[in-house]
């Protein structure tokens, strides 16, 4: 399971985008909060992103998307709705901010469609790749972060962590184990097709640690960018 595709057109070199993945209650959200925060005290603009949503369109399609209520929802009509919400992100906030060199960071993008429905669904990997080249135009991230941790383990903190936050689980909790060990298998597998471009880091380490290798992976691209000016200092 691969991209399969070029990078988008942008100014050469300008910007940085990089993605975190993982399954639900990896702690992926707490690190990219967590890298941001670092990333500005060093003086970097930062954009965060989240999926689905991160624009008033993509909020309202999330909320389609996470309601435990709307069980009747179709595989095909789920995956649409994740690329309709990708691809005003993209549009309206992800490359304007790459065009001016900030760096953008963002929670879930394509890698996560093709785990999730690609393979979870059932839906294949075909579909995903004509959708992302529509929504996406071949924006690729310069760097993923894939948080691991076993699917029994994602989905016991997710569900807690949702009837904490939300008082009841949404949609995605509800799936069967097998789903997990599905996306969870499609995540190692696109992993180890693009090694140059994931890093896999162990989320059943204590948070700190998790940040430090966070920190490991992602630092080195920053001062390169930095260095050839292609990043924007506040």
Known sequence: MTSGKSSVERPAGRGLFVTFEGLDGS???????????RLRSLGYEVIEAIEPGGTPVGDQIRRILLDAANQELCPTTELLLYFASRAQNVEQCILPALARGAIVISDRFTDSTMAYQGCGRGLGEQAVRDLDWISCRGLVP?????????????????????????????????????????VHQAYALMASREPGRFRVIDGRLEPDAVAGAVWQAVRPLVEKRADAGALHVR
């Not at 702690?27 to 925060?37: D, E, I, P, V």
């Not at 962590?161 to 799936?175: K, V, Y």
């Open 27 to 37: 702690g992926k959200t707490t690190q990219m909060r967590l890298l941001a925060g």
């Open 142 to 182: 310069d760097l993923t972060l894939l948080i691991d941790i076993a699917p029994e383990t994602g989905l016991a903190r997710a569900q807690a962590r949702n009837r904490e936050l939300l008082g009841a689980g949404t949609r995605m909790d509800e799936q069967a184990g097998e789903f997990y060990r599905k």
